[in-house]
């Protein structure tokens, strides 16, 4: 047993997600041991309600379950997948309504950076981005945590903080410049 | 946005992370759908967007989920094989006089007879309630998304027996005819596809339903994967309306299948 574990944990996620197309439930198992802390620590983060986020983390991993077939790792990597389909429903189940991003597969599909396969690649550029976020000026992050956090657009940012539409617009897109870098 | 491009790079980053207002993010939707080069840009940002995530400080999720969200998934699974088990008993004892509609396409000559049509709409309304079945997968969220389930049956049953619709034999593109498959084909009204006889998939492949329109680049009709039996279907596919097809094809793709044709063409067939 502890042999078949150690194999699912070398296995790639392509692989696992293979399997989990042909119904393999320890390949859905694997999968949710590798990335259920990374998906459940970012819908607490949106939801901070415990039946909420424990809903849409099953929604997410079931969608993958009846899906599998359709993702293919060379146009996109299966985490990134996984956090936008999170992402998308928690806002939607705060926001009870739709984020308007779809995250059909298809669409999320982009040709795949190797550079970002590897786990010390990843890691470092998770603390890129970390450190990206922690030294956005004040007004900035917190704009920004009400567009990824909150879903709210342009102008129901304007609308709670008071700040002009053009200003929000503004300090959304260098926050997002600023977060471009941390990928360069 | 200037000449249907965006302005800065940041308005995809923007738009993957739902910022955009209504209008903005039509715009950007509209164009994306025509331009490949800034498609590709959403995704990366899309890519971006989704790192932030694992910005957030770890929480481990309960144990207990993992337990529920198993128990769920063994549950279909085995909801999937008893209704299996039960298409196969039905496919293997038809009633007397009624064909599959597989065996149907092995009958070049069969002519588009009333009985024929009634047997294709038996098996399509038992494909359409098949939803746990595995290689169906991606009929049955288009038909999750048909909130008017008597509407769609109509949609099939119109394109079955309609005097205006094309029905087109698609062969191999090379070689013997061995695999064959039949569209069903109106510009208002829709798309059917069945085929049999085709090879088993190469992993992370699937065959993918094309229609090339008399003018322009092929749309796509669709992915799916054949049974154990070499069967596969398209029910209804999200098409654009009033396209006058010149010709259909079946090529090999990615299993997501692809917005132009890349693999080779396994099944081709031209109106008569």
């Known amino acids: 047993m502890a042999g078949s574990i150690q194999a699912f944990e070398q296995e790639s996620d392509s692989s696992l997600a293979a399997r989990v197309a042909r119904q393999d439930e320890s390949a859905l198992a694997a ?42 790792q060379e146009r996109g990597a299966l985490r990134g ?101 941390a990928f360069e | 946005m200037m000449n249907g491009h965006p302005q800065f790079d940041e308005a995809f980053d923007l738009y993957a992370l739902g910022a955009l207002d209504a209008q903005e993010r039509g715009e950007m939707e509209s164009h994306v759908k025509q331009c490949r080069q800034c498609a590709e840009k959403l995704a990366e940002a899309r890519q971006r967007i989704a790192v932030v995530a694992l910005s957030v400080p770890e929480v481990r999720p309960p144990e207990q989920i993992k337990k529920r969200l198993m128990d769920r ?9 008893t209704g299996a088990r039960r298409r196969h008993d039905d496919v293997a004892a038809p009633a007397k006089g009624t064909a599959g509609v597989f065996d149907f396409f092995r009958r070049p000559s ?16 038992a494909v359409r309630s098949s939803h746990l079945q595995q290689q169906l997968s991606q009929q049955q969220q288009q038909l999750a998304s048909l909130q008017d389930s008597a509407a769609h049956d109509r949609l099939v049953s119109g394109l079955l ?27 208002s009204r829709g798309l059917l596809f069945y085929a049999n006889n085709l090879p088993a998939l190469p992993a992370g492949r699937a065959y993918e339903l094309w229609v090339i329109p008399a003018q322009g680049a092929p749309i796509p009709a669709g992915t799916f994967q054949p049974n154990a039996r070499g069967e596969g279907s398209v029910i209804l596919p999200a098409l654009p309306s009033g396209v006058t097809a010149k010709a259909f094809a079946v090529t090999l793709e990615p299993a997501g299948g692809v917005p132009l044709p890349t693999g080779p063409k396994v099944l081709v067939g031209a109106p008569a």
Not at chain 1, 39 to 68: G, K, M, P, T
Not at chain 1, 114 to 119: A, G
Not at chain 1, 124 to 149: C, H, I, T
């Open chain 1, 31 to 72: 999968l949710y041991d590798r990335h259920s802390t990374a998906l459940y620590s970012l819908l607490r983060r949106i939801l901070r309600d415990e039946s909420a986020c424990e809903e849409v983390l099953q929604d997410v991993f079931l969608h993958l379950w009846r899906n599998a077939a359709r993702f293919d």
């Open chain 2, 110 to 125: 069969l002519a588009w007879s009333f009985a024929a049509c009634a047997a294709l709409l038996a098996v399509v309304f």
């Open chain 1, 81 to 181: 997948w996984l956090l936008v389909m999170a992402r998308n429903r928690a806002i939607s189940h705060l926001r009870k309504r739709t984020l308007g991003e779809p995250d059909d597969v298809e669409l999320y599909a982009v040709s795949s950076d190797p550079r970002q396969d590897t786990v010390v690649v990843q890691n470092d550029l998770v603390a890129r981005v970390r450190g990206v976020m922690s030294q956005l000026p004040g007004e900035q992050g917190s704009l920004f945590e009400m567009a990824y956090f909150e879903g709210m657009t342009h102008s129901e940012i304007a609308e709670r903080t008071g700040q002009p539409l053009g200003t929000v617009k503004t300090r959304l897109r260098t926050a997002l410049t600023s977060l471009r870098r």
């Open chain 2, 73 to 81: 998934v063994h549950s279909e699974t085995q909801a999937a094989a």
């Open chain 2, 161 to 187: 027996t309609g005097n205006d619709t094309q029905r087109v034999l698609l062969t191999e593109a090379q070689g013997p005819s061995h695999p064959e498959g039949r569209v069903y084909y109106h510009p």
